[in-house]
Antibody, heavy 121, light 109 residues
Framework: EVQLVQSGAEVKKPGESLKISCKGSEYSFTSYWIGWVRQMPGKGLEWMGI????????RYSPSFQGQVTISADKSISTAYLQWSSLKASDTAMYYC??????????????WGQGTLVTVSS | EIVMTQSPATLSVSPGERVTLSCRAS??????LAWYQQKPGQAPRLLIYGASTRATGIPARFSGSGSGTEFTLTISSLQSEDFAVYYCQQYNNWPPVFTFGPGTKVDIK
């Protein structure tokens, strides 16, 4: 069964850097886009960006362009989301999700369990 | 940028009732519309894609309809496990772009 397993919860201070991960298994990791979705406490879902691990083609939501960096290491079937300088407003749950390939169904069919990031002084 | 809206924000219903949730796009998204269910402490789960196709393993009581800018998710007979927040989402085939609606919370009356 397809699985996306995310790294564990993080507690950081403002200004610190962070890289969280999402490891895919039981499917061809290089053939499916992986997206990242933010959910702030008590709020809705926001699409942040997406990467194609096969060639590292990366697209960002305008709201998150320049705020985060998405990358992938296809040799270990892992996608990453990173911040160079965290802010308190980055406190949220972050989900990775696989994008289905079938035309007309190209949305997120499998999701990771989420990584809670808490930024507090 | 496409903006998604959902109504109502909250819906209080009793088990066994029929539930209809609405989603509207600010411009046509054709049939590139998905519905997700999210329960507290869980990741979202894909229910419907292509506006009307149930995802794998989704019970038949969930159905989707609509195209263009107006969409509906119907739960024919609400079960206890269906109390959750439901999000609609538009998606592009290319370039990959996604926009979620604000969600509708379905809670117990």
């Amino acid at each position: 069964e397809v699985q996306l397993v995310q790294s564990g919860a993080e507690v950081k201070k403002p200004g610190e850097s962070l890289k969280i991960s999402c490891k895919g298994s039981e499917y061809s990791f290089t053939s499916y886009w992986i997206g990242w979705v933010r959910q702030m406490p008590g709020k809705g879902l926001e699409w942040m960006g997406i990467i194609y691990p096969g060639d590292s083609d990366t697209r960002y939501s305008p709201s998150f362009q320049g705020q985060v960096t998405i990358s992938a290491d296809k040799s270990i079937s892992t996608a990453y989301l990173q911040w160079s300088s965290l802010k308190a407003s980055d406190t949220a749950m972050y989900y990775c999700a696989r994008r289905e390939r079938i035309v007309g169904a190209t949305t997120f069919d499998y999701w990771g369990q989420g990584t809670l990031v808490t930024v507090s002084s | 940028e496409i903006v998604m809206t959902q109504s109502p924000a909250t819906l209080s219903v009793s088990p066994g009732e029929r539930v209809t949730l609405s989603c509207r796009a600010s411009q046509s998204v054709s049939s590139n519309l998905a519905w997700y269910q999210q329960k507290p402490g869980q990741a979202p789960r894909l229910l419907i894609y292509g506006a009307s196709t149930r995802a794998t393993g989704i019970p038949a009581r969930f159905s989707g309809s609509g195209s263009g800018t107006e969409f509906t998710l119907t739960i024919s007979s609400l079960q206890s496990e269906d109390f959750a927040v439901y999000y609609c989402q538009q998606y592009n085939n290319w370039p990959p772009v996604f926009t979620f609606g604000p969600g509708t919370k379905v809670d117990i009356k």
